[in-house]
Nanobody, 118 residues
Framework: QVQLVESGGGLVLPGGSLRLSCAAS????????MAWFRQAPGKEREFVAR????????SYKDSVKGRFTISRDNGKNTVSLQMNSLKPEDTAVYYC???????????WGRGTQVTVSS
């Protein structure tokens, strides 16, 4: 089993920045991919960013490219999401996920709220 705990959410003005962190514990040596997803009110959960494998290959949702950066610290078993130039449409609960493949995530955190509003 792998346990994930997110932190770093909050309220920010449009154009501002936030950094989300996800701490993993348990069988972290088995994790191949980690990712961030988000779910806005009344909408389905959607992929935001992933970081995969020993080479830390990254991929992003088109609407966050150039604004968000995902990174991973294997020594600390953490994954972070730096979010810049935030927009109101980025408002959502953000979830950290981990899995044994790039497309299937077996472990999820409880989420952290990000609100972008003036």
């Amino acid at each position: 089993q792998v346990q994930l705990v997110e932190s770093g959410g909050g309220l920010v003005l449009p154009g501002g920045s936030l950094r989300l962190s996800c701490a993993a514990s348990g069988r972290t040596f088995s994790i191949y991919a980690m990712a961030w997803f988000r779910q806005a009110p009344g909408k389905e959960r959607e992929f935001v960013a992933r970081i995969v494998g020993i080479d830390s290959l990254t991929s992003y949702k088109d609407s966050v490219k150039g604004r968000f950066t995902i990174s991973r610290d294997n020594g600390k078993n953490t994954v972070s999401l730096q979010m810049n130039s935030l927009k109101p449409e980025d408002t959502a609960v953000y979830y950290c996920a981990a899995g044994f493949s790039a497309l299937e995530y077996s472990f999820w955190g409880r989420g952290t709220q990000v609100t972008v509003s003036s």
